[in-house]
DNA sequence: CGCAGAATTAACCAAATGGTTAAACCTAAT
DNA sequence: ATTAGGTTTAACCATTTGGTTAATTCTGCG
């Protein structure tokens, strides 16, 4: 029997579909920048029900800025935590968090405004308990380093220069574009290379130094 | 005799404390969060006042954000096009562009948000008509690749590199104490580092690549 | 059927907000 | 001092917007 029983949040409930189209416009224009109205009609309802299922605008940003925390971290602590050998632990962090930009493009960009306009209210009440635990990833760099397998560095700014390079072509990607004079399509192309690029980069950056004698004659 | 016929801005004059205040305030909270009342009482005038120089919200708002840009791009531009040589010009250009964005914290976000909302807008509008010129920079990296000076590397790639690893970490600041679990001050401290840290990581990954025989013993 | 409770809607409300207006206030030149 | 023109203000206006209400429709169930 098909009642509507299952503890599955009802796929294309009214309530999904009003948290689908919220999210939608949340993400894309932050708080500010959403109007009730609008998610009611990208939702196909009427504004009262955001109410009724929702009882504020800011309850339902809430919700969905919980639901993109919620989602978005935890990714990253699998990666980060695990127990990988660095070098694949960074391959694996890089390839899946490009992956997971590219198809999520104005995710960096909400997370990064909204907690930047409330950087107290985002530390209180909408981040995951669960935050990733970085010390594994410290201390494997900190023995990668001792051993001279790979060049000096501290742990913390070689996960600065991951993350950065990994989110920022996307979140600055029309200024790029402008920068370089790239048509669109030639900027997807870049984008397309960036896994393969910045494992490169980060993996070079990272080679233990060599006195730089004479380079190959 | 001092009429008002001078061409320099009226330092301190109503139209000049307008500009201020809707500066800081469009910077923080972008268009939609801004409000002409804030900014009015910010500038300590009348709101009239804001559409008695400035015609409407719009017209302000563009004011700022054009005055933003035209001080952000020649920045870049003179470094850029310069004809220093390509590891000297790395070096000044991430040392003036970090020193640059500490002291103007919210507007590389201010920066990227509009541009992502109004992208046709910005380009067609706001844009300096003086875009940077990175031909002579492509044409450096180029021939030091070809001299196996360094690593071979897409140039557009590498330009998209500095600028994330310079950027990124001030943008995403909130996020990265959250993420490494650090105190503002602790926070602080690693970013005054970045200078450093960007330059020794970028010129590492430019290092030309030695067969990687046996790590030393 | 008929009814109870949930879901949904049209109409409405109050506050906020961008913008206007007409009067008051300078200030410098007559 | 008077006046003309720019400057500034208080009061006001129209629209937008988040939110509410009361009535209507829907749904399952005895």
Redesign the pocket.
Known sequence: MDKKENTTPDQDS?EQKIFDAAHEIFTQKGMDG????EIADKAG?????L??YY????KLYEAVVKAVMAKALPTVRQVIESELPLEEKITRFIDFYIGLISKNTFIPLFIISEINKHPDHFFENVMPRQLPQPEIFFRQVQEEVAAGKIRPIDPRHLIINIISLCIFPFLGKPLMRMLLGLSPEEMKKLLDQRKQEVTSFVLAGLKPVQQPESPIP
Chains 1, 2 share one sequence.
């Not at 959403?34 to 109205?37: E, H, I, L, T, Y």
């Not at 309802?45 to 029900?49: E, P, S, T, V």
């Open positions: 009214t959403a109007k009730m109205q309802i009427n504004k009262a029900l109410h009724y009882r504020s605008k800011e």
